[in-house]
């Protein structure tokens, strides 16, 4: 690249931290605990909301940031279950940013809300570049991508807190080593929790349910 | 973005698509048929081209360039199969490019190359929008990703010459509804080919191959 688009491009993203950072302090001022969710484009994410909103709607106000190049498909799911959404349209682009979430707080109260997800755009790539200003990414991936991924899309599995490995129900038709996939991930990112769920059958959500009040609880104090 | 970060971008997409003219070129002098092959991680694009190599190598001179963010993995796994394989590292770029293309062809030699296959980084945005040079763009989706990807990801399936439906041997474990899937891309791109395939089973697969055979002689002509 030339000096002139190195300078835009640095400009951009240091715009865009800054817009990170006052999103992350209204947060912080409102008590609210913002999760950054994010996988493959069918990995899961809108199922594990739907899982994770039935079970937790009625100990906490949640609202949702529904993150998609077009279609307001996925904020539609979630207002069905009882709880604010807000859809933001990228057209085109493959990620969230700061600006953009910003626009969409405009639209929704945090009053009394103990926990924003954001689902981001369905990407393994660029959405672990951006900072929106939350406090935790989680990430997701499915069994049936296959056990190469974190060596091929190593950064989400490095700035993530969380990866859930989802659809396990199918580990018996696909080939996928778990306990491949864990290896490696702990070696790109020791301190990473892991959850082996399945959004279809329930199981294994219940450690990811306690992962997250016990982070909501400890937000509040 | 400022009048000077819109030149640049448009600066970088004008050169880019220069080189992809070049590109274009050199495959037509050479008499090279090349497919942009695209997906979501893990959708089956590096199984698919072990399919397909296995079937026509005896048959046609293939060459195959692997594009991921890291990682030499794929490009092992086709030279594996007897072809040659230039692999791609675009170092956290989600896409590739035409200019990344055009270093890879110093690697690698198109005399007497019938087909020349390019595996995209599995991202079901970006590649989309760059021009390899290619002559058909051929796009995977997966029954595991669900059927509400082409509204939601439509690019891919409008600029896409072929759609193959992979990992069918799942469908009566997942929840995808495949004729959904057809009707809306339909209406995204009436011109597209639809092939539903196993790639683990090889179900379909032969209908692909007849295609690309096709495409492979109608070109040389």
Redesign the interface.
């Known amino acids: 690249?030339?000096d002139?688009?190195v300078t835009?491009v640095r400009?951009?993203l240091e715009a865009q931290e800054k817009i990170a950072r006052i999103n992350r302090a209204l947060f912080d001022s409102k008590g609210v605990f913002v999760i950054n969710l994010m996988s493959?484009?069918?990995a899961g994410k809108t199922s594990l909301l739907e899982r994770t909103i039935a079970a937790l709607k009625d100990h906490f106000r949640i609202v949702v940031i529904e993150g998609?190049?077009?279609?307001q498909?996925?904020a539609l799911r979630i207002k069905r279950l009882g709880v604010d959404a807000v859809q933001i349209n990228t057209g085109?682009a493959?990620h969230l940013d700061a600006n953009m979430i910003q626009s969409a707080l405009e639209q929704v109260s945090l009053d009394g809300c103990n926990l924003l997800i954001v689902e981001n755009?369905?990407?393994?790539?660029?959405p672990a570049?951006f900072e929106l200003g939350e406090h935790k990414k989680v990430m997701i991936l499915?069994v049936?991508?296959?056990d190469?991924?974190p060596?091929?899309?190593?950064?989400m599995f490095q700035k993530s807190s969380v990866l859930i490995i989802n659809?396990i129900?199918?580990l018996p038709?696909?080939?996928c080593d778990v306990d491949k996939i864990k290896r490696v991930v702990r070696e790109l990112n020791p301190q990473i929790e892991i959850f082996e769920v399945s959004c279809?059958t329930g199981e294994g959500i219940d450690q990811w349910l306690e992962w997250l009040k016990n982070q909501i609880s400890s937000f509040k104090q």
């Open positions: 690249m030339s002139v688009s835009v400009n951009i493959s484009p069918g998609d190049i077009q279609s498909e996925d085109g493959c755009v369905g990407n393994l790539v660029c570049e499915s049936t991508e296959g190469d991924k060596l091929k899309y190593p950064l659809k129900d199918l038709y696909v080939t279809k």
